[in-house]
RNA sequence: GUGGCUGUAGCUCAAUGGCAGAGUGCUUGACUGUGGAUCAAGUUGUUGUGGGUUCGACCCCCAUCAGCCACCCCA
């Protein structure tokens, strides 16, 4: 105990149990994203830093990537993000893909952050993107996609909630209270940081970058404003079939959200739970990135959301049921020496009929291989002691109501494919 | 990166500066071919790690590591 290595601050362990909701969440996520059309792919774990320098925003690549020099002195980050993946990706061969294109992918990423609840340094993130169109109807579809999954999963609107908003919408508020275009960057940053910083110190913050006394309270009636996705058309327009889908309980409009990501240009959106926490996932419109990375101008939308924090949300609210380890449902016992080939030949003819069978691997007393079985959470148990090979026949245990049953192989069989 | 709380048996947690404990689990038996329930007995420790104060430290002090909480930021 006292010499174990520990494992890196903020990575994680997956034991089976871990490593079943994993897959499970893989699985769902990927049945939705099929579900809408969308393909698998992934990009590397590994880029150059200069991909995510120019874009992601500076906090994300001075404080938290993972950094290291590689031999030929190269700054090479393990990937924060997979947005500009994507978009290096989509570059590359822009002439021979076929757009739009509908990509999703569920994979490692690594932020350099102080682990707590909800955060860890090393996390799985589900991205879905919709490349090469700029439409509300696209935008519409992303949203869908978010919502479809909070039903597939049980997460209901009055749980959770997906709050929006739209960068050109406040681009062209903000603007008509004469702020320019050069400080916009700045007042977005001022509103993202409105609910974390005390009223005082937001204010400070507001002179600190130009605001004047008059801009300022123009502002906060700004982000008062619930009704002013109004003004609006595309919201509207995405409010409207969104509504038409059924899913307009889970959408919210609050002219807070913002994003800390410097690439977002249009609609903004994040998951919460509705009781507070963490996001659960957040993404919006980058209609520039694919052009900054050096390809032809496309626009994008899409999301991602974190392995974190959508465990803990669906623990809250009950959503995982029970998730399988063990992946036989049989176990076959070794009652003594001398049963012991002709029980493992049964396993492995049981196996032969495509049903996934564990064998205990050693003789051991009955008590202890029916405890195990138990434990394991299996269902059947085979014996096949001396009499057993005498009659040439098994008897099958069901531990769900304790019935047991002497028959021939094949009628074993047959009872636990069921 | 900043501030705070915590770290004792596999797990959950006790122990005024004076013998390190309980529940649970585990092993065995009651039941020599049958799990879950019950009962009985047994078992579990360099008190995160390294220093210091003290006659004596789980307890006080310092450092360090890890987890948690609030910032920061975000999934």
């Given at each position: 105990m006292k010499t174990l290595i520990q494992g890196v601050k903020g990575a994680r362990d997956f034991y089976p149990e871990d490593m079943a909701f994993r897959s499970w969440l893989n699985r769902k996520l990927g049945d939705v994203s099929r579900m809408f059309g969308y393909q698998e792919y992934d990009g590397p774990f590994l880029e150059r830093l200069e991909l995510y320098a120019a874009k992601s925003g500076e906090e994300l690549v001075k404080e938290q990537s993972f950094v290291f020099e590689d031999r030929g002195g190269e700054l090479i980050a393990?990937?924060?993000?997979l947005t500009p993946s994507l978009a290096r990706m989509v570059a590359t061969r822009q002439n021979e893909l076929l757009f739009p294109l509908r990509w999703w992918s569920f994979g490692p990423f690594w932020r350099y952050e102080r682990p707590q609840k909800g955060r860890s340094r090393e996390f799985f993130q589900w991205n879905i993107d919709l490349v090469g169109v700029n439409s509300r109807e696209a935008d519409t579809e992303m949203l869908a996609i978010g919502c479809t999954f909070f039903k597939e999963v049980g997460l209901s609107s009055n749980q959770v909630v997906i709050a929006i908003n739209d960068r050109e919408l406040m681009e062209a508020e903000l603007t008509s209270l004469g702020i320019s275009n050069e400080s916009l960057k700045d007042v977005y940053r001022l509103i993202d940081r409105r609910e974390k910083m005390s009223a005082d110190a937001w204010d400070t913050y507001a002179n600190d970058i130009g605001i004047t006394e008059k801009q300022l309270l123009d502002i906060k009636d700004l982000l008062e404003?619930?009704?002013?996705?109004?003004?609006s058309a595309a919201l509207s327009y995405i409010f409207n079939l969104l509504d038409g889908m059924g899913f307009l309980p889970y959408m919210q409009y609050d002219p807070?959200?913002?994003?800390?990501?410097?690439?977002?240009?249009g609609i903004v959106f994040e998951a919460r739970d509705r009781e507070g926490g963490r996001a659960i996932f957040g993404g919006g419109r980058y209609d520039n990135l694919v052009g900054d990375v050096g390809g032809q101008p496309a626009g994008g939308i899409g999301f991602a959301m974190g392995d974190v924090v959508i465990r803990l949300t669906l623990e809250k609210y009950k959503?995982?049921?029970?998730?399988?380890?063990?992946?036989?449902?049989v176990l076959v016992t070794l009652f003594n020496q001398e049963t012991v080939a002709p029980a493992i030949a049964i396993a492995a003819k049981i196996r032969t009929a495509g049903i996934p069978v564990e064998i205990y691997p050693e003789v051991a007393k009955l008590p202890k291989q029916f405890k195990y079985a138990d434990r394991q959470k299996m269902r059947f148990i085979l014996v096949l002691g001396p009499d057993e090979v005498i009659s040439g026949k098994v008897s099958v245990k069901d531990?769900?109501?304790?019935k047991q049953s002497v028959v021939s192989l094949a009628e074993a069989i047959e009872l636990i494919s069921k």
């Open positions: 393990l990937r924060p993000e404003n619930k009704e002013l996705w109004k003004k807070n959200i913002i994003r800390g990501l410097d690439y977002y240009t959503c995982i049921g029970e998730l399988p380890v063990a992946p036989a449902k531990l769900l109501d304790g």
